[in-house]
């Protein structure tokens, strides 16, 4: 029988030395082996343990992306553009106090207090950003906690390591709040027949999307932050539409507003090798919400993918409550955000091949999955 080589090895030549690390912390929290510093998993140990979580679960460890569509989806709500899609709505949290603490229209702030009220979930994977920029997942038990991890921190998170580590307390139906690359570990995870992998699981009851055209890296970010805005304290930032090329920067003296242009040299290299702009491999999938009335309406509010059941079902919970607004979504809404999800998936093959040197060679990726198959190899507009 011939040996495979290390699932650490195997993780450093296909990831973390080609630059494909998305900082999601999948490998991290299993294992005295892996740890998260700065925004970048780090070996601590050598390990020879053959079949690992650590390369299971990485978004960016070859992955059969069909075979976890057919697992964890209807088939009949697959779109080849945006992944399973039962509905599109437009929504913002009825509360004004919530609002006016998240991001957009604070959806994901009323979904994830409602999901832990009602017992949904007992415990929730938040991201939450720090003085200097860093991100760090907390497990947040107390929906009276939850404002605490409001907001978008544009710098990646390593919250898939709060979710593994949290896997070991007393919290047994846990809900995560995930990017793309996070959304896509746990669905590795959700697929990983092995009982380690199964038992972990068991426990994954939630996965409320996040739309993501990017991240940030902490390094490069932190240093831009510190020449524009100097000492004053960051409250919030924001991306509006890329008509406005710009970055919003609330801090304690005021809004900064820094030009897109010194904003991108700052994007993770990596994330244009994601394929995944909605969050597909999500319950529901939320972002920011586009619309004739312009972005200072817009901006209040979030578009949303329902995905599965579930996820349906919480957000006609969240109508019947009362903790959600609900507006008529614009015609048009869903093929502009087709167009924009299909010009991701083609710039992410067009990476890939960079990366790999050879036309057909996707790394991670397969060039036999039906939707890149399909959608990915023409040129990018
Ligand atoms: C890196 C990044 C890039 C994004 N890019 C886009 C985009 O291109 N287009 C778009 O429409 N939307 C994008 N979004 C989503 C958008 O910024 C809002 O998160 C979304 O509209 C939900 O708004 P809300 O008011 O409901 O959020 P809130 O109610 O404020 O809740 C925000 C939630 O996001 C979580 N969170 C914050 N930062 C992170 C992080 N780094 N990783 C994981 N979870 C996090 C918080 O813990 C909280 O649960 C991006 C989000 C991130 C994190």
């Known amino acids: 029988m011939t040996k495979t080589e290390p699932a650490q090895r195997r993780l450093r030549e296909q990831v973390l030395d080609t630059g494909l690390c998305t900082g999601c912390g999948a490998c991290v929290g299993n294992c005295p082996y892996f740890e998260h510093y700065r925004d970048a998993a780090v070996v601590l140990h050598a390990c020879d343990l053959e079949q690992g979580r650590c390369h299971a679960h990485c978004p960016r ?12 989806f209807d088939l009949r709500d697959l779109t080849p553009e945006l992944g399973a899609l039962r509905g599109l709505y437009l929504t913002r949290a009825s509360d004004p106090a919530v609002r006016a603490r998240a991001q957009h229209g604070g959806t994901v702030s009323a979904l994830t207090a409602l999901a832990l009220k009602e017992g949904w979930i007992d415990g929730l994977v938040q991201t939450r950003g720090q003085e200097d920029q860093q991100t760090a997942g907390t497990l947040v ?18 919250a898939v390591a709060a979710f593994n580590r949290a896997c070991r307390g007393d919290a047994q139906r846990i809900g995560v709040v995930a990017t793309p690359c996070q959304a896509l570990a746990y669905a590795k995870l959700r697929t990983n027949p092995a009982p380690e992998a199964q038992a972990q699981a068991g426990k994954l009851a939630l996965v409320i999307g996040l ?17 524009r805005v100097g000492r004053a304290r960051v409250l919030s930032t924001d991306i509006p539409p890329s008509r406005y090329q710009r970055m919003e920067v609330r801090t304690d003296q005021g ?8 904003v991108l040299p700052c994007v993770r290299p990596n994330c244009a090798a994601c394929f995944d702009l909605t969050c597909e491999f999500a319950d529901l999938s939320v972002g920011s919400a586009r619309s004739e009335q312009g972005w ?16 349906e079902r919480l ?16 015609a048009g809404n869903l093929e502009k955000l087709k167009a924009a999800a299909v010009n991701k998936k083609r710039a992410c093959i067009r990476r890939l ?13 397969s060039p036999d999955d039906p939707v890149l198959g399909e959608l990915g190899h023409w040129d990018v507009k």
């Not at 460890?61 to 964890?72: F, I, K, Q, V, W």
């Not at 809004?255 to 010194?262: M, W």
């Not at 091949?353 to 990726?365: K, N, Q, T, V």
């Open 353 to 365: 091949e960079e990366l790999s040197g050879a036309p057909g060679d996707w790394l991670y990726l």
């Open 141 to 158: 038990t107390d929906p009276a906690d939850l404002a605490g991890g409001t907001g978008t921190r544009f710098v990646a998170s390593p």
């Open 61 to 72: 460890t070859p992955t059969d992306l069909e075979s976890l569509r057919g697992a964890l």
């Open 296 to 311: 200072e309406v817009d901006r209040g509010w979030n578009q949303v993918i329902t995905r599965t059941e579930q996820g």
């Open 315 to 330: 957000l006609d919970l969240a109508r019947e409550k009362g903790c959600l607004e609900f507006r008529e979504v614009p």
């Open 211 to 227: 739309f993501c055209g990017w991240a940030l890296s902490w390094r490069e970010f932190s240093h831009l932050l510190g020449h």
């Open 255 to 262: 809004t900064v507003e820094i030009p897109l242009a010194e």
